[in-house]
């Protein structure tokens, strides 16, 4: 069985709180979840499956200086995965964005985060309907399917348990 690892990126906590109760859902199979601003490639490369969280700020911006936090974060962290060999590896994504707020930038964060392991050979699996959200445009659509789970605290968070559930349950192979 695989041991999964799991990462992400934050300034205010939620994303952290989805990556904490992720791990708790999974129990032994996770370690426990890590800030990717204190992670290099080389830990992510430690395992076969990762669960890689992020929020979207504002504009489509991913956490990170530029957006105006105290600590580096995916922003940063993401050059760096530019010419690591993730093949092989297996990576599921999750986000959060406010689709009311910025209906035109809803989770984007996610679509930088699958473009960047998908270019580095890294297997995406995960993907989401669409169906229930309301938004205008998301960098991290693919047909008429999310490139990972899509969270709305802000809006629908009433949904969330529910879709966190079904989702580890549909990518839960990946590490049986």
Do not use: C
């Amino acid at each position: 069985m695989a041991k999964v690892g799991i990462f992400f990126g934050t300034d205010t906590g939620n994303t952290r709180k989805f990556a904490k109760q992720i791990s708790s859902k999974l129990g032994d199979v996770a370690d426990k979840p890590v800030n990717i601003n204190k992670a290099s490639v080389d830990d992510l490369l430690a395992y076969d499956v990762l669960i890689l969280g992020s929020p979207t700020y504002g504009e489509g911006e991913l956490p990170g200086m530029s957006a105006g936090h105290d600590n580096e974060s995916w922003e940063e962290f993401l050059p760096t995965v530019t010419g690591a060999d993730f093949s092989g590896k297996t990576v599921a994504l999750y986000g959060l964005g406010d689709q009311e707020g910025y209906p035109g930038h809803f989770v984007d964060a996610l679509g930088f985060l699958y473009d960047a392991f998908a270019d580095a050979g890294a297997n995406i699996v995960g993907f989401t309907s669409t169906e229930g959200y309301e938004f205008k445009k998301s960098k991290a659509l693919m047909g008429d399917q999310f490139v990972g789970l899509a969270l709305d605290e802000d809006n629908q968070k009433e949904l969330s348990e529910g879709r966190l559930t079904a989702w580890l349950d549909s990518i839960s192979s990946a590490w049986a």
